[in-house]
């Protein structure tokens, strides 16, 4: 494009300095601008030494990125699978659904166990929160969420509460009440605001602190009393979509995944991003500690489901076959870590040996995807929800 | 001005990079053999990998569950 002359005397009053003088057109994000002479040097210049800072910048971060790998590298002395060779083999699993939750009227999309190892609250697309006492199936509490999609639900670790959200961009603390007098929707608290949908939610180790993730690529740590932010993460480039806590005993940290293919752990308190792992070839829908806190692993729209170990700073398993092809939307460990227990968008669930990575078992019975997989707290049971509007416990 | 965005962004991922290149890591062998003493240390206490008899497991169970005083929440 030849088409700049300075050949036109234009005299006026520069655009940057104001002084009268004989002016050039600069270009300044494709709007004209008519500079004297000596902005439009500085300007040039200063564009010069921007994109050598950016530059430099860049060729750091590559070479951060390197020596990350580098290092990585070094410490892969062998793979988990290898160790694990003089493990005992898994024996036969019998594993069947114990109990069917009938009831919510379009997909369930999250669930939640309560401490006391019965209690289950799941939500819905069509806005419907219920808790379920799953020993008898009975219903003990519904309320109906001003949205739908209701994407996420907690229970409190007191059982005296839950929490849910979704495309209302919020996450509402619902006291729980056998009152029948009282209208439970009437105690509603609203407690964390973000700007895009809220995808997971989980109380802390309290019932006074919620820890967020949302559609707007932010997880955040709100008070319940107050709803005052706490504590902001940023760092993923897309939506985030879940999140887990570790485990009390390892400390203030916890884990997410996001859209972005990367799951990140980070320092509760800093608010710092500790660690960062992208190995998925495709959004992280799930992500769950292992028990000791010192591994996580992860669930993919890539059909794997990976293993990383913090302390190696690495993946050290991926748990794949070539016959499955769907995504891995919800992950969760048995008690001892052993299995992982990982829910799929071609209606099945399978069951993975952690140690060796092969499959163990593969449960049919859902008719549509899995969306949500959780281990009962005393890792007796575990249940699913799923598209077909159903939740089942499996034993 | 989006260039000074650029380079602010820039910085960040830098200061990122530096502190995830700067954690203490230890071995994949070491790591690895620590996840399976785990496992092999509460695989006992484990119900749905060593199973437990219809007896104590309430799921398990076919009968209808029924709790000494259990409310019915069905008005009467």
Known sequence: MCDQTFLVNVFGSCDKCFKQRALRPVFKKSQQ???????????????????????????????????????????????????????????????????????HGNKVLCMDWCRDKRRIVSSSQDGKVIVWDSFTTNKEHAVTMPCTWVMACAYAPSGCA???????????VYPLTFDKNENMAAKKRSVAMHTNYLSACSFTNSDMQILTASGDGTCALWDVESGQLLQSFHGHGADVLCLDLAPSETGN?????????????????????????????SDINSVR??????????????????????????????????????????????????????????????????????????????????????????????????????????? | MSATNNVAQARKLVEQLRIEAGIERIKVSKASSELMSYCEQHARSDPLLVGVPASENPFKDKKPWRAEGAVSLRSP
């Open chain 1, 33 to 103: 601008l008519n500079y004297c002479s000596i902005c439009a040097e500085i300007m040039a210049t200063d564009g010069l030494h921007e994109s050598e800072t950016l530059a430099a910048l860049r060729s750091e971060a590559e070479g951060l990125k390197g020596k990350l790998e580098e290092e990585r590298a070094k410490l892969h002395d062998v793979e988990l699978h290898q160790v694990a060779e003089r493990v005992e083999a898994l024996g036969q699993f019998v594993m069947k659904t114990r109990r069917t939750l009938k009831g």
């Open chain 1, 162 to 172: 839950i929490a849910c959200g979704g495309l209302d961009n919020k996450c509402s």
């Open chain 1, 253 to 281: 940290t916890f884990v997410s995944g996001g859209c972005d293919k990367k799951a990140m752990v980070w320092d509760m308190r800093s608010g710092q991003c500790v660690q960062a792992f992208e190995t998925h070839e």
């Open chain 1, 289 to 395: 500690y292992y028990p000791s806190g010192d591994a996580f692993a992860s669930g993919s729209d890539d059909a794997t489901c990976r293993l990383y170990d913090l302390r190696a700073d690495r993946e050290v398993a991926i748990y794949s076959k070539e016959s499955i092809i769907f995504g891995a939307s919800s992950v969760d460990f048995s008690l001892s870590g052993r299995l992982l227990f990982a829910g799929y968008n071609d209606y099945t669930i399978n069951v993975w040996d952690v140690l060796k990575g092969a499959r163990a078992s593969i449960l049919f019975g859902h008719e549509n995807r899995v969306s949500t997989l959780r281990v009962s707290p005393d890792g007796t049971a575990f249940c699913s929800g799923s598209w077909d509007h159903t939740l089942r416990v499996w034993a």
